[in-house]
């Protein structure tokens, strides 16, 4: 079961949380340890923050609101009034989030989510106010003290190739115990990454092999892509129960059933409703009568709610007859009452432990009395029990609508999941952690998909022997070709309209553009004076390589790679010469979903392997070899 969330999880649910930024924190409610964040957002309308120091952080709305907060809560008001949130951003990869306030004054909420847990205020670096006061080994939490974050642990995000090898290389015992550990993994992620990498996790971390490392390496790097640009949260069931809440799709959990959500913030949301009972979920297996796993439940509560009913009439009844003989059964109460033996035939037992008496009122039915109360007490007991047992009719109702909605969603993802079976995703290569492709002469060209893996990209891997390649239009990505010194001028216009048809050319609908090519030591980071060079940017001085007139498109194929079967989207010229089936895309009007999903089908890969190599779209097909993208292969 999940105990809290993890680094990944927060590199999601602080991206999802992004729509607070520019909004004010109206009201700020406790109940216990649990805080809720009400938030009147920048554009209009209302979000609200759940979180428990130490456990959760996510979107969800309060379930409840005291009308009148403890201390705590009282104090955080009163130092933040209708505060702007100006920033919200995660520590590193700790599991450390801090929300920047600004009122009169600025502010920092830190969200301590480690550990026993902390919520702190903190105002030019001191700590104004803290759930609780902490004095630890190497840092204090008390209003009035210098506020510290905790040590920062060791950040897998930016750890390069050969730091990554070493330091995993160096690490003791089994690999998953190495990576959960040293690499501030968990678990969970640590036991993923064996999975992906194809390395049982008792093997030793001392002497995995450079491939076994690669992969590794490789595996965590797609971990991340994931994350950040191809989230697919979801509910993880399993025996009918939750279990967990991931932000992406985990081998871990291939043999789970997976409740797919629009968010993380849901999917932790729908973990912690039902974890409190107030959501049931139930697995199915492949190939199961998916139906009959639910039939027996609706019996039973179809049963129920029959038992139930007929509880009502019946104490309706006995209410009835109860004042229809209302001066026989007085006389009756008060002689039990008073210690009288009473002389009724019709009295079945008198229990003197549970102050009852039971009278026959029939050949075989009876009604049990409360001997301290009188008949107009005994009716109202009647009426009492009948009204629960409404209220309890009416529950299980709405458990029999849920179970059938329950039901029904069940068969059609069964149906789903026959029709259109799982494929299993082709072997992972390091460099797939970004932009990728072979060039027609042979050489691995990588470029980054966003500003921080341009940072990466650059810093990690370009090395002397390499070339860099940048498009001339806005959004272009940094694209390496590895020992491009060798290159001939066919695989550097290949680079060239690599990083032309991944800029913003590709959603612009630009016929063609030009790009350029230089050597490494042309790219810095080191601005003129006067100048800023923001993330995931460079400065290139000296000559620049141009080629001009670059056609904007894109080409997808089957491949074979180090011996295995890939999908590969590059420039044409790179492709077609590798490929015996593949198509020519592109600027045009049909959806990126739609086509990666006949594109995936065709080339028997996963969905998600097809959106992550091609441009954002939408597409038009220029020219499709060995493929029909209508029906599939021909």
């Not at 506020?147 to 690999?175: C, M, Q, S, T, W």
């Not at 969970?188 to 990498?197: F, H, N, P, V």
């Not at 009948?386 to 529950?395: G, T």
């Amino acid at each position: 079961m999940k105990e809290a969330v993890s680094s990944f999880d927060l590199i999601a649910i602080v991206a999802e949380m992004q729509v607070l930024v520019g909004g004010h924190i109206d009201k700020i409610y406790q109940s216990d340890d649990n805080f809720y964040l009400k938030v009147n957002l920048l554009g209009g309308g209302k979000q609200e923050v759940y979180l428990r120091p130490g456990k959760w952080l996510c979107l969800q709305e309060a379930r409840e609101k005291p009308e009148t907060p403890p201390p705590f809560a009282q104090a955080l008001r009163r130092y933040i009034s209708n505060p702007t949130i100006a920033a919200i951003t995660q520590r590193g990869f700790d599991r450390v989030v801090v929300f920047d306030l600004e009122t009169e004054k600025k502010y920092m909420l830190v969200v301590e989510l480690f550990g026993g847990g902390n919520l702190v205020l903190v105002e030019d670096g001191k700590t104004v106010l803290c759930q609780r006061a902490q004095v630890l080994r190497n840092r204090q939490i008390k209003p009035g003290q210098d506020y510290d974050f905790p040590p920062p642990g060791l950040n897998p995000l930016d750890i390069d190739r050969e730091e990554f090898h070493a330091k995993l290389k160096a690490g003791k015992g089994a690999v998953s115990r190495a990576l959960a550990s040293e690499f501030n993994l968990g678990g969970l992620y640590a036991e993923e990454l064996c999975l992906l990498a194809g390395v049982d996790k008792k093997s030793k971390a001392s002497i995995l092999t450079e491939e076994q490392l690669d992969g590794f390496f490789t595996a965590l790097n797609n971990l991340v892509v994931a994350v950040t640009e191809d989230r697919r949260p979801a509910l993880i069931v399993q025996d009918g129960k939750a279990i967990d809440a991931v932000p992406i799709d985990l081998q871990v959990y291939a043999d789970k059933e997976r409740i797919q959500c629009s968010t993380c913030s849901e999917a932790l949301s729908k973990y912690l409703d039902t974890a409190k009972g107030e959501e049931q979920v139930k697995e199915v297996e492949p190939g199961e009568d998916v139906a009959g796993r639910f039939q027996r439940r609706i019996q039973q509560q179809e049963e129920s709610i029959k038992a139930l009913k007929d509880e009502q009439v019946k104490c309706e009844f006995l209410a009835f007859f109860l004042f229809e003989h209302f001066q026989e059964f007085e006389e009756l109460l008060k002689m039990v009452r008073e210690g009288r033996q009473p002389k009724n035939v019709r009295v079945k037992s008198i229990d003197h432990e549970m102050h009852t008496i039971t009278v026959m009122i029939g050949e075989e039915d009876s009604i049990e009395l409360d001997y301290r109360e009188d008949v107009n007490g005994n009716t109202q007991l009647l009426y009492e029990k009948r009204r629960k047992a409404q209220e309890q009719s009416a529950k299980v109702g709405a458990a029999l609508a849920e179970t059938k909605k329950e039901m029904e969603r069940a068969v059609k993802k069964a149906k789903k999941t026959a029709a259109h079976p799982k494929i299993k995703p082709t072997k992972q290569f390091w460099f797939e952690a970004y932009r990728w492709f072979i060039s027609s002469e042979g050489f691995l060209v990588i470029g980054g998909r966003d500003a921080r893996s341009n940072e990466s990209l650059v810093r990690k891997h370009l090395k002397d022997g390499d070339r860099y390649a940048h498009a001339e239009v806005h959004g272009a990505p940094s694209v390496v070709v590895k020992d491009g010194a060798k290159a001939g001028e066919q695989t550097l216009r290949e680079v060239c309209e690599f990083a032309l048809l991944h800029s913003k050319a590709w959603s612009s609908k630009l016929a063609s553009g030009s790009a350029y090519w230089v050597t490494p030591e042309q790219v810095s980071k080191t601005p003129e004076s006067g100048e800023y060079v923001p993330k995931g940017a460079f400065i290139i001085r000296g000559k620049r390589n141009h080629f001009k007139d670059l056609q904007v498109r894109v080409a997808i194929g089957e491949i074979e790679y180090e011996g295995h079967r890939k999908a590969m989207a590059g420039p044409p010229s790179a492709v077609t010469v590798k490929s015996r089936r593949y198509a020519i895309l592109e600027p045009g009007d049909i959806s990126k979903e739609k086509l990666t999903g006949r594109l995936a089908r065709i080339f028997e890969v996963p969905v998600e392997e097809v959106t992550r190599i091609l441009p954002p779209g939408p597409f038009g097909v220029k020219e499709a070899v060995g493929i029909d993208l209508q029906a599939g292969v021909r």
